[in-house]
């Protein structure tokens, strides 16, 4: 509960500000009001903090947003159609989100994704779920989804155009600065989203807030995310995708491998294999691509036995067999390089390893990844082992909350993204509700 001497601040701070108190020093005086008391102040009015507003229960609540509009990433997500969840079972969502699994469980259990299509469903959004798992608004209208947070948030007050500056710890609660005015709460929710999609509003200014409040804060990078290669091979062949490509990543003599759908770029390489794994890319690894998911092994032995029985077939003969796209084929087996109208027994056994290694090890250098700009989410952030994982308050701040993207927490593509941004919107807003938000105990 709270301490006397905390209660003993609050109401010192009460009753300056209904007596319109001065605050000031040589440099600075601030102006308080007592219609600037809150119980719980949200910084960020995108999709964790509007469902966050929408689940607390007898609080006086105020959504600060810098941008005009509400719910702005969210409007444009999905290309305007907003796959704001994934279908299936809960326990199949916690692989979604790279190491973090341990850290989103509690989360994602407590409120889950039939959970969340149940919300919109109630406010008059009902889902559509694709042959894929990707789930939509019927409407296929993101404008819907934001359109039913903002009619759950019953009696929650809106700044916008507004931009918080400066976040301070004061007496049992946080003072929230802006370019307009300065608030108190006892409650703070940081629901700023990350770095990625500037345009937006997203510039990462809850690092710096979190930072200020004395969280540490982890490097972040652009995730979900194309690379672009050393190599510019594939210029020729962009918009060209196939499915199940084997990549194996490669550093310092290691390597992990995914597999999924490759889009071929003007840039390099997108589609689900590479954007998933983008958070473990790096500048400088190399990607080995698998086009044919067949071992280089199985492969050869089959070369071999097509020589043995069409020896006096021409190259094009095996290179025809191969299933991928001919434009694809060109840029593997240049002219220069392999001569189509050898005879298969003519092969070297060095040309002959050559055209396997193409087909099943075609390894190429990353230069950088695409950046915050068009990544679709940030890696990194404030950091997890700060965070209550069943209320996401801090574990050093009481009445501090991160939710959403602004955590060191990212996810697949497919609506894990939002789908989080729920999730840990909820988490926060019932233990707000609940006796005061009193942290509980981190198992």
Known sequence: GTSQIDMIIITFLMICLKCKLIIGSKKTIIRCEVNNMYDVIIIGGGASGLYCAAHIKNKKVLVIEKNKRLGMKVLASGSGQCNFTHGGYIRAFRDKYGDKKAFVKAALTAHDNKSVMRFFDDFGVPSIERADGKVFPSSLKASDVVDALIKACKGVSFRLEEAALQLDKEGAGYRVVTDRGSY?????????????????????????FASHLGERVTDIRPGLTGVVLRTKNFVSIQGVSLENVKLALKRNHTSQSYCGSLLFTHFGLSGPVVINNSRFFESGDFLSLNFVDTDPIVLEKDLIDLINQHGDKPVSFFINKVTLPEKLKDVLFEEKELDRTLKLAE???LKRKWIVDRLTNYTVEIDQLIGFNQAMVTVGGVNTNGINKKTMESLSNKGLYFIGEVMDVD?????YNLQWAFSSGFAAAQNISCVGGRNEQQN
């Open 411 to 415: 996810g697949d593509t497919g609506g």
């Open 184 to 208: 108190y709460s006892e409650h703070l929710v940081i629901a700023t989203g990350g770095k990625s999609y500037r345009t937006l509003g997203t510039t990462g200014d809850g690092y710096v």
């Open 347 to 349: 092969l070297t056994k």
